[in-house]
């Protein structure tokens, strides 16, 4: 029996629909239909299931307005995949890429719950330990994601700037978390997903969590406030036994996992050739084209042996063009590299394992492949609608005007560096400078990085974020001053300031591409209604309402 991994869910529109073709036979509302979408009906029993996973999922209760807000979002699934040209994503290969990945993770999953966390076992003693932690209440908020990439999405928003206000707003079908900021009220332990209870219970008032994995997505959270709960007696222990246990179960899958793990792949025997693997990664951040570029000889160079078997630079490359882009590039140094080929070995001895058992054929794994596919596609299709929509200048410069401080050019600074890697030489050529030597001199001599060695250590007017942590540190100190040693990584750093260009605003014309890209993103919700009302006035639409407000969940 599954956890819930596979309830792969959309706030916007989710399970891939099974719809009844009525070529044959005239499609009628009745009590098994519960919409009618051209030649295409909508049966109560998927709308039903869908708008219980929809509550499951933003943890809402049982209204009218939920349920009309569900069932617009299936008939807009129908208008979208039947009623619209999909040509363009169904040939794009990234598209492909991901539906192979959703697949394989599918399977992976189901091989996990059936081989792994079907045999956790949770005792009396611990269930009794984990339920005194019912004795504290939390209030948090919330952001649903469907995918990993959208939830990311929306936390690197919240990184800069956004509010769970503005967000919600965004990302919510329901009234009250779109208009509250997506706030939940207060929870005890068991009332919410295990995996989104197991954060919360671990952050202070104010903080915000990284995008956390539930049964029916991704949540990113925010604790607003905890506080005791009365006493507990053993009445209420008994009467949450049950689903006490189910969370401790969830909460062992790791320790579970990296035991089963150690039975089916002997990490001692897998061995790297560093040089190939730097090759590999010049030709990964390069691209599709790097490999056309390079010698077959270099290509059946060693990168990777596991077990005896060789791999030579092409055969991993090859596998890790294969992932979806939005995994692919963050693989963008040696530690990384060497993470995803290893994660790439254990996923195939997996999925042979899954093979021999016929996983992928198990009908609860291809629902949830069914349902990944169709969340993948409209992932794509937001994105399509959104790229080719049309807003007129005279929009755009409203909305400039109102967000003018969002459209400012970015600082420049101009810097000079001498990386080493012993700390006492860093010190010794800091004395040098302080004592007047030239700083381009040294650099030329001592500096490991070549490109700026070459120009005196100068890396020229960049953008203040590029320098990340240091970048207060530059920005407060006057020019000309030495700054450092600095730990960055295996290296320490020496810097001097030779110049700054504060933040100015862009001009229309300067900002305009950025101006539609943030009008897009706050606008999106409308945009894709707008869009949707076009495909309606082309096709029929007929909803059975009196059976979606009387039915009883």
């Given at each position: ?74 008939i ?17 290969p ?38 005194m ?56 332990w ?12 671990g ?42 246990i ?9 320790e ?21 693997l ?101 992932k794509y ?38 990386l ?51 970048k207060k ?66 096709v ?14």
């Amino acid at each position: 029996m599954l956890i819930g991994k596979f309830k792969y869910i959309s706030i916007i529109s989710g399970l891939l629909l099974v719809f009844t073709l009525g070529c044959k036979k005239e499609l009628k509302l009745d009590d098994q239909t519960v919409a009618i979408v051209g030649k295409y009906s909508v049966a109560f029993k998927d709308y039903k299931s869908r708008y219980q996973e929809y509550l499951d999922a933003t943890y809402q209760k049982d209204n009218l307005f939920l349920r009309l807000g569900v069932l617009r979002n299936m008939i807009n699934e129908i208008l979208l995949r039947n009623y619209d040209d999909n040509k363009e994503i169904f040939e794009n290969p990234e598209f492909k890429k991901e539906i192979n990945w959703a697949k394989k993770e599918m399977v992976l999953a189901y091989l996990k719950e059936e081989d792994i966390y079907s045999k956790i076992e949770v005792s009396d003693e611990q269930a009794r330990k984990a339920f005194m932690r019912l004795n504290e209440k939390i209030a948090a908020r919330h952001l649903y994601a469907p995918t990993e990439e959208e939830a990311y999405r929306l936390y690197n928003l919240l990184m800069k700037g956004a509010s769970f206000d503005s967000l919600a707003r965004v990302v919510f079908t329901d009234s009250t978390l779109k208009n509250n900021g997506g706030y939940l009220g207060y929870f005890t332990w068991g009332d919410m997903d295990p995996a989104f209870e197991d954060a919360a219970y671990g952050m202070k008032p104010g903080e915000i969590s990284k995008p956390v994995k539930t049964a029916q997505g991704y949540s990113i959270i925010k604790v607003e406030d905890r506080k005791k709960a009365p006493i507990l007696t053993e009445t209420e222990y008994l009467k949450k036994k049950e689903q006490i246990i189910r969370i401790l179960k969830i909460s062992k899958k790791k320790e579970y996992e990296r035991k089963y793990l150690k039975t089916v792949f002997d990490e001692q025997k897998l061995s790297f050739n560093d040089e190939s693997l730097k090759q590999l990664l010049d030709l990964i951040k390069n691209g599709e084209s790097s490999s056309k570029e390079i010698s077959p000889t270099v290509l059946k160079r060693e990168a990777a042996e596991y077990d005896g078997q060789k791999l030579s630079i092409g055969t991993v490359l090859k596998e890790i063009r294969q992932i979806p882009y939005y995994h692919r590039k963050r693989i963008d140094n040696l530690k990384k590299l060497k993470a995803a080929i290893k994660g790439l070995l254990i996923n195939n001895t997996l999925l042979n394992i899954a093979e021999e058992k016929n996983y992928a054929q198990v009908p609860e794994v291809k629902r949830a492949i069914q349902n990944a596919e169709n969340n993948l596609y409209l992932k794509y299709k937001r994105k399509e609608v959104l790229a080719k929509a049309q807003v007129p200048d005279s929009v755009l410069r409203v909305y400039y005007r109102k967000k003018i401080k969002k459209f400012n050019k970015p600082p420049l600074i101009d810097v000079r560096e001498i990386l080493v890697k012993d700390f006492q030489r860093a010190l010794r050529l800091k004395k040098r400078l302080l004592d007047g030597e030239d700083f381009a001199a040294l650099a030329k001599k001592y500096s490991l990085r070549q490109w700026s060695a070459q120009k005196g250590g100068e890396i020229g007017y960049s953008e203040l974020d590029r320098f990340g942590n240091l970048k207060k540190i530059l920005w407060d100190a006057p020019v000309g001053k030495i700054i450092g040693p600095v730990k960055i990584e295996d290296y320490y750093g020496l810097f001097r300031v030779e110049g700054k260009i504060e933040s100015k605003p862009m001009t229309f014309e300067e900002a305009k591409e950025a101006v539609l890209e943030e009008y897009k993103g706050e606008f999106q919700t409308e945009l894709m209604r707008d869009y949707l009302k076009k495909l309606r006035q082309k096709v029929p639409v007929k909803r059975n309402l009196n059976l979606v407000k009387k039915f009883i969940l």
